[in-house]
């Protein structure tokens, strides 16, 4: 028997590569590496590290809205930054954005992502249902 599992991407964005923004199975939804770009396709490369990191969590939420979902339903977020010297500067954003609520979380230093960008954020979040 195949496994429920439904994938999806963002409602009026672009498609990505071969991989969908999100897939949702057993009660749960995972988020697939969101990068700095635009509903309209921009990729925002050459932006400050807070305007990037102000879109790929905006691109985040999106995905959580699709689902009729919100940021305390994340359980677990990965955090990939190409200089470890932002990760002062991420933790402040971040906590803005999240207010009090805290998932899981792991910052994972990398030489270089696709794109030129200086974050990439992948999570899961518990539907409950």
């Known amino acids: 028997m195949q496994p429920l599992i439904h994938a999806r991407d963002i409602q009026d964005t672009p498609h990505p590569g071969h991989y969908s923004h999100y897939a949702l199975a057993s009660g749960l939804m995972f988020i697939s590496g969101l990068l700095p770009v635009t509903p309209a396709g921009e990729m925002r490369?050459?932006?400050?590290?807070?305007?990037?990191?102000?879109?790929?969590?905006?691109?985040?939420?999106a995905c959580l809205q699709q689902e009729g979902l919100n940021k305390h339903h994340l359980v677990m977020v990965r955090?990939?930054?190409?200089?470890?010297?932002?990760?002062?500067e991420f933790n402040r954003l971040y906590a803005q954005w999240l207010g009090e609520w805290k998932p899981a979380r792991a910052i994972v230093p990398v030489p270089e992502l696709h794109y030129g960008v200086l974050l990439e954020v992948e999570a899961t979040a518990a539907t409950g249902r």
Do not use: K, M, P
């Open 45 to 61: 490369s050459t932006a400050s590290f807070a305007e990037q990191t102000s879109q790929v969590l905006a691109n985040l939420e």
């Open 79 to 88: 955090v990939y930054l190409v200089d470890v010297g932002l990760w002062a």
